[in-house]
Nanobody, 121 residues
Framework: VQLQAFGRGLVQAGGFLRISCAASGRIFDRDVMGWFRQAPGKEREFVARIRWIGDWIYYADSVKGRFTISADNAKNTVYLDMNSLKSEDTTLYYC???????????????WGQGTLVTVSS
């Protein structure tokens, strides 16, 4: 399966942005879709994950209550709705898939090209 993240944008602090991860190829119900982010010179950071059938939702503490992950099986797409954005949310966001329930980046594969989110203060 190939994953492509899109929806890059520039928003003001406190604003909203939706980014999407479109999958081409077969996604299985047991697969776990994850969103990660990585700033230059830093390690890749877990943001949120969801099992393809819509359960096993889990967020990093840094985004809990502000971000919402969802999956649209009919469109083969996973979304990340980002509310109350902060300047520290500025970075590249990536989506990937894992075969089990985890937040470890090295357990995920099929990394899509990142999409840039910029939050101005």
């Amino acid at each position: 399966v190939q994953l492509q993240a899109f929806g890059r944008g520039l928003v003001q602090a406190g604003g909203f942005l939706r980014i999407s991860c479109a999958a081409s190829g077969r996604i299985f119900d047991r697969d776990v879709m994850g969103w990660f982010r990585q700033a230059p010179g830093k390690e890749r950071e877990f943001v949120a994950r969801i099992r393809w059938i819509g359960d096993w939702i889990y967020y990093a503490d840094s985004v809990k209550g502000r971000f919402t992950i969802s999956a649209d099986n009919a469109k083969n797409t996973v979304y990340l709705d980002m509310n109350s954005l902060k300047s520290e949310d500025t970075t590249l966001y990536y989506c990937a898939v894992a075969s089990f329930n985890t937040i470890r980046p090295n357990a995920y594969g099929n990394w899509g090209q990142g999409t840039l989110v910029t939050v101005s203060s």
